[in-house]
């Protein structure tokens, strides 16, 4: 019985969150709540690493209030079991604990996503402005027949693409930085991010491959639209109001399956993050100091965060990795850049098919808003037109007789 609750929850998260992958504010909780899977996912994997017996591990589970608070997935709106105090005394108390109770991880999820979604927009802003002045200033030169500036498009292009590809080496590690520590400083702790994807170039590549694979069916369902009544005869015959519906339905179908590609990618962050972190602590490359907020306070108390032994090489060995690890480095992570191109090449594809005005290029729903409803404003403005006209036809006097 225990399997189907939980089974039923797990339903539950899932079904929320394609809603509110629907919309733009309440995608924002999207964000939220799944930097706390983040963080739940860290401590998981710190928990296995840690040296303390089984034992102390499942009595610390039961006493840190920051292990407690992650038993479980995130709620999004109702303050976790192992949380929740006992029953007030008086009226007034009794509110307070119910309105706090209901609402303990809304507040949450709104607070970190406003955080997320902020730290991220300032990483991701040139990039995605570039992208769309190099779209504009592209067609614009091909409708006004300007060919001597017909690089203005391109070049600005590639610049936004350069930026964005140096910009994702460094990002996807930040976000999982500022989700386990739970503080928005530690986006910008430069070093120690860049530390971490440094030291783990393999770990960036199938993150960067893990993107670009989710990313496809993300583009295909934003392209095929362009052939909908082809695939979809019956489409051709909906009135705008009806085919409105049709596009609903359609979007949270898509909206069911980036919910969960957008909580995958950043559990693979996540994972990567809180392994490297690790080694790096253990190898001495990363300090104490270098800790910052929740996982300071997580590594500690399970003792991780204490530099281990230095292995000693041969001296020949040591110098041939010393000279050899900067070029393997560069290597894989040249070829980290050159995964993530191929997520920016199912971007420009994507909207070459079906320009999405403005939004497609300025939210990429796996690394910012995950925000999957795509209906153009011109139909929704179109089926309320249409839906005033019968209005008013139905409450005419001569339709009345």
Known sequence: MQKVIKALVALWKIFAGAV?????????????????????????????????????LDTLSRSDAL????????????????????????VAARVRRWSRTVSASLGQNIRMGLLGI????????????LWELGWYAGWDNSFNKGYEQYYVGIAVSWIGILMFLA???????AQARQAVTGDWRAFYHLRTVWAVTRNAPLRAVLL??????????????LSVPLFIENIV?????????????????????????????????????????AR???????TGRLKREDLAGAERHALAVLHLDA????????????????????VWRAAVLGAAVLVWFTFVAQIYVREFLVYHTVRGFLNQPLVQLPWFRYVPRSLVQAARAEERRAANFAESPKNAR
Not at 118 to 129: D, G, K
Not at 276 to 282: F, G, M, R
Not at 315 to 324: E, F, G, V, Y
């Open 20 to 56: 509110f992958c629907q919309f733009f504010p309440t995608s924002i909780l999207v964000v939220g709540w799944s930097y706390r899977a983040m963080q739940r996912r860290a401590l998981r994997i710190w928990q296995a690493h840690s040296p303390l017996a089984q034992a102390e």
């Open 67 to 90: 292990f407690r608070r992650h038993a479980e997935w995130p709620n999004w709106f109702v303050q976790p079991r192992g949380l929740r105090t006992a029953p007030a005394k008086g």
């Open 118 to 129: 902020l730290n991220t927009s300032v990483a991701m802003a040139l990039p995605a402005v």
């Open 167 to 173: 910009v994702m080496l460094y990002l996807p590690m």
């Open 208 to 221: 960067a491959a893990a993107y670009s694979l989710v990313s496809l069916p993300i583009a295909i369902t």
């Open 233 to 273: 005869p019956g489409t051709a015959a909906m009135s705008d109001s009806e085919f409105i519906q049709f596009l609903n339905r359609y979007y949270f179908r898509l909206s069911i399956y980036g919910f969960l590609a957008y909580v995958f990618v950043r559990w693979i962050a996540a994972g990567s993050y």
């Open 276 to 282: 490297t972190l690790v080694e790096l602590i253990h």
């Open 307 to 326: 530099a281990g032994e230095a292995s000693k090489l041969h001296p020949a060995i040591a110098a041939t990795l010393a000279l050899s690890r900067p």
